[in-house]
Protein backbone atom coordinates (compact mmCIF):
# COMPACT_ATOMS: atom_id res chain seq x y z
CA UNK A 1 0.00 0.00 0.00
CA UNK A 2 1.66 3.31 -0.81
CA UNK A 3 1.56 5.87 1.95
CA UNK A 4 3.74 7.88 4.24
CA UNK A 5 5.32 6.64 7.55
CA UNK A 6 5.98 8.93 10.24
CA UNK A 7 8.50 7.32 13.59
CA UNK A 8 8.65 7.76 16.43
CA UNK A 9 5.11 7.50 17.09
CA UNK A 10 6.23 9.21 20.09
CA UNK A 11 9.62 11.03 20.96
CA UNK A 12 11.32 12.24 24.06
CA UNK A 13 13.89 15.04 23.87
CA UNK A 14 16.21 16.22 26.86
CA UNK A 15 17.19 19.80 27.23
CA UNK A 16 19.60 20.55 24.93
CA UNK A 17 19.50 17.51 22.77
CA UNK A 18 19.01 17.13 18.89
CA UNK A 19 16.66 14.97 17.70
CA UNK A 20 15.28 13.72 14.13
CA UNK A 21 11.97 12.78 13.09
CA UNK A 22 11.86 10.39 10.34
CA UNK A 23 9.05 10.44 7.39
CA UNK A 24 9.44 8.26 4.09
CA UNK A 25 6.65 8.29 1.86
CA UNK A 26 6.25 5.56 -1.40
CA UNK A 27 3.98 7.45 -3.59
CA UNK A 28 6.47 8.62 -5.92
CA UNK A 29 5.73 12.32 -4.90
CA UNK A 30 8.42 14.80 -5.58
CA UNK A 31 7.16 17.64 -3.08
CA UNK A 32 7.06 16.59 0.54
CA UNK A 33 6.69 19.20 3.34
CA UNK A 34 6.83 19.69 7.65
CA UNK A 35 4.39 20.83 9.77
CA UNK A 36 3.73 21.59 13.32
CA UNK A 37 0.63 21.28 15.25
CA UNK A 38 0.06 22.75 18.81
CA UNK A 39 -2.81 21.96 21.47
CA UNK A 40 -5.98 23.78 19.39
CA UNK A 41 -4.10 25.46 16.83
CA UNK A 42 -3.63 24.84 13.23
CA UNK A 43 -1.25 23.84 11.30
CA UNK A 44 2.21 25.97 10.69
CA UNK A 45 4.87 24.99 8.06
CA UNK A 46 8.39 23.99 9.28
CA UNK A 47 10.04 23.66 5.22
CA UNK A 48 9.17 22.24 2.11
CA UNK A 49 11.19 20.79 -0.97
CA UNK A 50 10.33 20.23 -3.89
CA UNK A 51 12.52 18.33 -5.64
CA UNK A 52 15.39 16.20 -4.35
CA UNK A 53 18.57 18.34 -2.97
CA UNK A 54 16.47 21.50 -2.61
CA UNK A 55 14.57 22.97 -0.14
CA UNK A 56 12.89 26.04 1.32
CA UNK A 57 12.09 27.38 4.84
CA UNK A 58 8.34 27.63 5.83
CA UNK A 59 6.63 29.91 8.09
CA UNK A 60 8.66 29.24 11.26
CA UNK A 61 12.06 26.97 10.47
CA UNK A 62 13.84 28.60 13.06
CA UNK A 63 15.54 25.73 15.28
CA UNK A 64 14.56 23.38 12.90
CA UNK A 65 16.68 21.52 9.47
CA UNK A 66 16.04 19.40 6.64
CA UNK A 67 17.78 17.14 4.38
CA UNK A 68 16.63 16.22 1.17
CA UNK A 69 19.02 13.14 -0.10
CA UNK A 70 16.51 10.73 -1.85
CA UNK A 71 12.95 11.14 -3.37
CA UNK A 72 11.21 9.42 -0.60
CA UNK A 73 12.91 10.85 2.27
CA UNK A 74 12.70 13.99 4.13
CA UNK A 75 14.16 13.71 7.72
CA UNK A 76 13.09 16.49 9.86
CA UNK A 77 16.33 17.58 12.84
CA UNK A 78 14.82 19.75 15.75
CA UNK A 79 18.19 21.17 17.47
CA UNK A 80 18.58 22.64 20.77
CA UNK A 81 18.16 26.05 19.41
CA UNK A 82 14.24 25.18 19.21
CA UNK A 83 12.97 26.46 22.44
CA UNK A 84 9.56 25.65 22.55
CA UNK A 85 9.70 22.52 20.88
CA UNK A 86 6.91 20.48 22.50
CA UNK A 87 4.49 20.02 19.34
CA UNK A 88 2.62 17.29 17.26
CA UNK A 89 4.34 17.08 13.56
CA UNK A 90 3.08 16.06 10.64
CA UNK A 91 4.94 15.21 7.51
CA UNK A 92 3.54 15.60 4.09
CA UNK A 93 3.65 14.85 0.06
CA UNK A 94 2.13 15.88 -2.64
CA UNK A 95 2.68 15.34 -6.65
CA UNK A 96 4.70 17.93 -8.67
CA UNK A 97 1.74 18.28 -11.25
CA UNK A 98 0.25 20.49 -13.13
CA UNK A 99 -4.01 20.72 -11.80
CA UNK A 100 -5.91 19.85 -8.98
CA UNK A 101 -3.50 16.52 -8.16
CA UNK A 102 -0.98 18.97 -6.71
CA UNK A 103 -3.22 20.63 -4.72
CA UNK A 104 -3.76 17.67 -2.48
CA UNK A 105 -1.58 17.07 0.47
CA UNK A 106 -1.16 13.29 2.18
CA UNK A 107 -0.35 13.35 5.48
CA UNK A 108 1.34 11.04 7.78
CA UNK A 109 0.23 10.17 10.88
CA UNK A 110 2.62 12.45 12.32
CA UNK A 111 5.19 12.53 15.59
CA UNK A 112 4.43 13.96 19.04
CA UNK A 113 7.42 15.26 20.69
CA UNK A 114 7.81 15.68 24.21
CA UNK A 115 10.54 17.39 25.97
CA UNK A 116 11.55 16.07 29.36
CA UNK B 1 0.21 39.83 7.15
CA UNK B 2 -1.80 36.71 6.49
CA UNK B 3 -5.09 36.15 8.52
CA UNK B 4 -7.65 33.08 8.40
CA UNK B 5 -10.78 33.09 10.33
CA UNK B 6 -13.28 30.51 10.79
CA UNK B 7 -15.19 29.59 14.16
CA UNK B 8 -13.78 27.93 16.50
CA UNK B 9 -16.95 25.46 17.97
CA UNK B 10 -19.80 24.32 15.70
CA UNK B 11 -22.58 21.42 16.93
CA UNK B 12 -25.25 20.07 15.46
CA UNK B 13 -27.13 16.91 15.14
CA UNK B 14 -27.75 13.69 12.95
CA UNK B 15 -29.24 14.04 9.56
CA UNK B 16 -28.71 18.29 9.80
CA UNK B 17 -26.23 20.34 7.69
CA UNK B 18 -23.97 22.78 8.57
CA UNK B 19 -22.00 25.31 7.01
CA UNK B 20 -18.12 26.09 8.32
CA UNK B 21 -17.20 29.97 7.32
CA UNK B 22 -13.96 30.57 6.37
CA UNK B 23 -12.23 34.54 5.34
CA UNK B 24 -9.15 35.18 4.20
CA UNK B 25 -6.38 37.76 4.32
CA UNK B 26 -3.03 36.59 2.32
CA UNK B 27 -0.36 37.93 0.09
CA UNK B 28 -1.24 35.02 -2.96
CA UNK B 29 -3.96 33.69 -3.19
CA UNK B 30 -3.95 30.34 -5.89
CA UNK B 31 -6.91 28.54 -4.10
CA UNK B 32 -8.48 27.60 -0.78
CA UNK B 33 -8.42 23.91 0.73
CA UNK B 34 -10.63 22.08 3.15
CA UNK B 35 -9.00 19.40 5.65
CA UNK B 36 -10.70 16.81 7.95
CA UNK B 37 -8.62 15.98 11.01
CA UNK B 38 -10.05 13.33 13.89
CA UNK B 39 -8.54 13.70 17.27
CA UNK B 40 -4.95 12.42 17.49
CA UNK B 41 -5.16 12.08 13.74
CA UNK B 42 -3.73 12.82 10.35
CA UNK B 43 -5.65 15.58 8.26
CA UNK B 44 -7.31 14.19 4.88
CA UNK B 45 -7.90 16.37 1.97
CA UNK B 46 -11.46 17.25 1.51
CA UNK B 47 -12.27 19.53 -1.10
CA UNK B 48 -10.68 22.68 -3.32
CA UNK B 49 -11.53 25.69 -4.78
CA UNK B 50 -9.02 27.52 -6.97
CA UNK B 51 -11.71 29.66 -9.24
CA UNK B 52 -15.09 31.17 -7.88
CA UNK B 53 -18.03 28.42 -7.61
CA UNK B 54 -19.41 25.48 -5.98
CA UNK B 55 -17.63 21.98 -6.17
CA UNK B 56 -19.96 19.14 -4.73
CA UNK B 57 -18.18 15.63 -3.98
CA UNK B 58 -20.98 13.49 -2.26
CA UNK B 59 -22.02 14.94 0.82
CA UNK B 60 -19.35 17.25 1.21
CA UNK B 61 -19.87 20.71 -0.98
CA UNK B 62 -17.23 23.52 -0.86
CA UNK B 63 -17.48 27.34 -2.26
CA UNK B 64 -15.20 29.93 -2.96
CA UNK B 65 -15.64 33.75 -3.70
CA UNK B 66 -11.78 35.22 -4.63
CA UNK B 67 -13.68 39.00 -4.71
CA UNK B 68 -15.16 38.59 -1.22
CA UNK B 69 -11.70 36.70 0.37
CA UNK B 70 -14.27 33.96 1.49
CA UNK B 71 -15.15 30.38 1.45
CA UNK B 72 -17.51 27.69 2.91
CA UNK B 73 -17.17 23.96 3.67
CA UNK B 74 -21.05 22.79 3.67
CA UNK B 75 -21.49 19.27 5.03
CA UNK B 76 -24.70 17.67 4.31
CA UNK B 77 -26.76 14.34 6.10
CA UNK B 78 -24.62 14.54 9.22
CA UNK B 79 -23.14 11.49 10.55
CA UNK B 80 -21.37 11.09 14.11
CA UNK B 81 -18.21 10.04 12.60
CA UNK B 82 -17.80 13.93 10.61
CA UNK B 83 -16.74 15.06 14.61
CA UNK B 84 -13.86 16.00 13.86
CA UNK B 85 -11.49 19.49 13.31
CA UNK B 86 -12.59 20.79 9.87
CA UNK B 87 -9.53 23.52 8.58
CA UNK B 88 -9.67 25.38 5.89
CA UNK B 89 -6.10 26.61 3.90
CA UNK B 90 -4.69 29.08 2.09
CA UNK B 91 -2.69 27.80 -1.07
CA UNK B 92 0.21 30.47 -1.26
CA UNK B 93 2.31 28.98 -4.42
CA UNK B 94 1.89 28.84 -7.96
CA UNK B 95 3.49 25.85 -8.57
CA UNK B 96 3.76 24.00 -5.31
CA UNK B 97 1.49 23.51 -2.62
CA UNK B 98 2.08 26.41 0.27
CA UNK B 99 -0.62 25.94 2.47
CA UNK B 100 -1.30 28.54 5.08
CA UNK B 101 -3.79 26.95 7.57
CA UNK B 102 -6.64 28.14 9.46
CA UNK B 103 -7.04 27.85 13.07
CA UNK B 104 -9.58 24.86 12.58
CA UNK B 105 -13.42 24.47 13.41
CA UNK B 106 -14.41 22.04 16.03
CA UNK B 107 -17.63 20.35 14.95
CA UNK B 108 -19.34 18.07 16.99
CA UNK B 109 -22.53 16.12 16.01
CA UNK B 110 -25.09 15.37 18.01
CA UNK B 111 -27.11 11.88 17.85
Known amino acids: DGGITQSPKYLFRKEGQNVTLSCEQN?????MYWYRQDPGQGLRLIYYSQIVNDFQKGDIAEGYSVSREKKESFPLTVTSAQKNPTAFYLC???????????????FGPGTRLLVL | GQSLEQPSEVTAVEGAIVQINCTYQTSGFYGLSWYQQHDGGAPTFLSYNALDGLEETGRFSSFLSRSDSYGYLLLQELQMKDSASYFC????????????FGRGTQLTVWP
Open chain 1, 92 to 106: ASSPRTSGRARETQY
Open chain 2, 89 to 100: AVNRGSTLGRLY
Open chain 1, 27 to 31: LNHDA
